[in-house]
């Protein structure tokens, strides 16, 4: 969770992590951001988001990423 | 003459009357009801407003915002449209620019749109759109302006800092969709996707061909950009057929994997523009829908939307280097070259490059309020001296290939394009500038990465410096590589050392 917050951080210095709940419904996140995220998110946890993945349920807080994060390092 | 457009949008709303012109945040507006509703608002405007004068739109992304704008039209009057979403600062230097005397801005907006406001009277959109129109009154303002009365004024990226508002006629604008349409051929049975923000150059055809041919417009929300199943599920739901996208927008679903499992099934043509797209996902694209035309489309918003077009023959390949083509009608290329020491202008010889010259019907009026910087760049075609005759220095090189066709080589200055935005380095420069502490920076481009950087010296943290520019400026032009140097590298005349900063970024 500490890395994964470490990378939300570079990313978006401005967005509260902690408490934001609906980052991508309320548009915090914008498809660049996502589009970046996704490629660091692969790189770093070794895992592949896929399409099916990439619903704002996933993405709108960073539990919701942690845990989409652990359930593909499961699958893979 | 009074504009086509106007016959456009009532002809439209007698032939398709109760179907609908734009769909989108789940409403609808019909081609009746655009007619309707864009009269009520040009009778809000006439009587407020002389002919030819700005009036500030600030609405959403849904279907009763380009009703506002062709309500103001409609007026003889001419449509700066602004996202209110944009950072305040940011809003305050276009209106500063614009000074309009009136404004029109959605319930959403109304807070923000009343603190930008400067005295200048608001008018709440849901208000207005079903009061009773005066349709004499319409009437005589639609005959009173002409198609080289001004249409919008749209903002776009100035290097001294401040946003240049292009200001475009009537005219200018039938130009652009005669020709676009000449290629893409649209009717009432297509339904158009559109991407732009529509305050964007790039929403105006989206906007504008549905009363020009029949076809509807389906307004895809912006979160679906980043996410592919849901977006082409959104084309498949409304029976999409036609795309003009930036090319950037196009590279995201296939960047995300795109089209495993959901693919758009109606698709029939479709239209890239706004930077050079990636052979790699264009070809992603190509492959899983063989049968779509592809068009690569080029232009400034100073050229009003696109002046040039190729459609695709076959399959790129990694090396392909795609030609952005050949003028629509309305367009007329000239490639220049100068000589540094006279100043002196020459058509480049054949093959060789040259900066993209535009003249024709199609160019904007120029910048408003900006008088020296239209003339740097709207100028007197210097190889005619028989008759005055206007080109536009658009600051893209380019050459004639082989083929016959042009081929764009990127830019004379610092101007670059981001996620299919147009930045001036040069502003993000001068914004940085005006934070506290920093004292000399350099913004570059890592083209491969898609990365604005911000090089700079001074007693700031890069953490303070991201949160500035994103309470400032809008989200495309915050550098997402911030880096504080001890010192800023210098040639021996004191300029910035620029190729050693590039250096830093390989």
């Known amino acids: 969770m500490e890395e994964l917050m470490g990378i939300l951080k570079d990313l978006r210095p401005d967005v509260d992590f902690e408490n934001e709940k609906a980052l991508v419904t309320d548009g915090i996140l914008d498809s660049f951001d996502i589009i970046s995220l996704v490629s660091t998110l692969n790189d770093e946890f070794d895992i592949t988001i896929r399409p099916a993945n990439l619903v704002p349920e996933n993405f709108d807080s960073a539990e919701a990423m942690y845990a989409l994060i652990e359930k593909l390092q499961d699958e893979e | ?506």
């Open chain 2, 1 to 506: 003459m009074a504009s086509e457009i106007f016959d456009w949008i009532r002809r439209s709303a007698s032939v398709h009357g109760s179907r609908t012109v734009y769909s989108g945040n789940g409403e609808t507006v019909t081609f009746e009801e655009l007619d309707r509703y864009s009269a009520s608002v040009a009778t809000w405007v006439a009587k407020r407003s002389d002919i030819e004068r700005p009036v500030a739109v600030m609405t959403g992304r849904h279907p009763y915002t380009p009703a506002c704008y062709m309500g103001v039209a409609r007026a003889g009057c001419f449509y700066a449209p602004m996202d209110g979403d944009m950072p305040e600062a940011r809003l305050r230097q276009i209106m500063g620019v614009a000074e309009p005397a009136l404004m029109i801005a959605d319930r959403e907006h109304l807070a923000i749109a009343e603190a930008l406001s400067g005295g200048c009277e608001i008018a709440v959109m849901e208000d207005i759109l079903n009061a009773p129109a005066d349709a004499e009154l319409v009437c005589a303002r639609e005959a009173s302006v002409t198609e080289s009365s001004p249409l919008y004024m749209i903002f776009t990226s100035g290097s001294t800092g401040v946003p240049k508002g292009v200001l475009t006629s009537h005219r200018s604008l039938i130009c652009y969709l005669e020709g676009l349409n000449e290629v893409i051929e649209l009717d009432e049975k297509d339904v158009i996707g559109n991407q732009a923000p529509l305050d964007y150059i790039a929403a105006v055809r989206d906007m504008y061909l549905p009363v020009m041919t029949g076809a509807m417009t389906v307004m895809i929300p912006k979160n679906e950009f980043a996410m592919p199943d849901a977006l082409f599920n959104t084309l498949n739901e409304y029976k999409v057929t036609t795309l003009c996208w930036s090319a950037a927008g196009l590279e995201i679903p296939a960047k995300l994997g795109g089209f495993a499992d959901v693919r758009p099934e109606h698709l029939r043509v479709i239209v890239f523009s706004g930077s050079v797209i990636s052979n790699k996902y264009l070809r992603i694209w190509q492959d899983n829908l063989p049968d779509v035309t592809f068009i690569n489309q080029y232009g400034p918003t100073e050229a009003t939307a696109s002046c040039t077009y190729y459609t695709l023959k076959g399959k790129v390949s990694d090396d392909t280097v795609l030609p952005i083509g050949k003028p629509y009608k309305h367009y007329q290329i000239l490639l220049l070259t100068r000589d540094e020491e006279s100043g002196k202008y020459a058509a480049a010889a054949e093959g060789e490059t040259g900066e993209i010259c535009v003249k024709g019907p199609c160019l904007a009026i120029g910048y408003y309020r900006a008088q020296d910087q239209t003339d740097k760049v709207f100028i007197r075609n210097p190889l005619n001296s028989d008759y005055p005759e206007t080109i536009y220095l658009t600051g893209d090189l380019g050459h004639i290939g082989e083929d016959g066709e042009l081929y764009f080589h990127g830019r004379k200055d610092r101007q670059v394009k981001h996620m299919g935005h147009r930045v001036e380095l040069a502003e993000v420069e001068a914004y940085a500038l005006t934070v506290d502490g920093v004292t000399e920076c350099a913004s570059l481009y890592d083209k491969a990465h898609e990365l604005i950087y911000l090089f700079y010296a001074g007693d700031q943290t890069a953490k303070e410096i991201t949160m500035r520019f994103r309470a400032d400026m809008p989200a495309f032009m915050v550098p997402r590589r911030i880096v504080a140097l001890d010192e800023m590298p210098h040639l021996p005349n004191g300029k910035i050392a620029m190729k050693e900063l590039q250096d830093r970024i390989k």
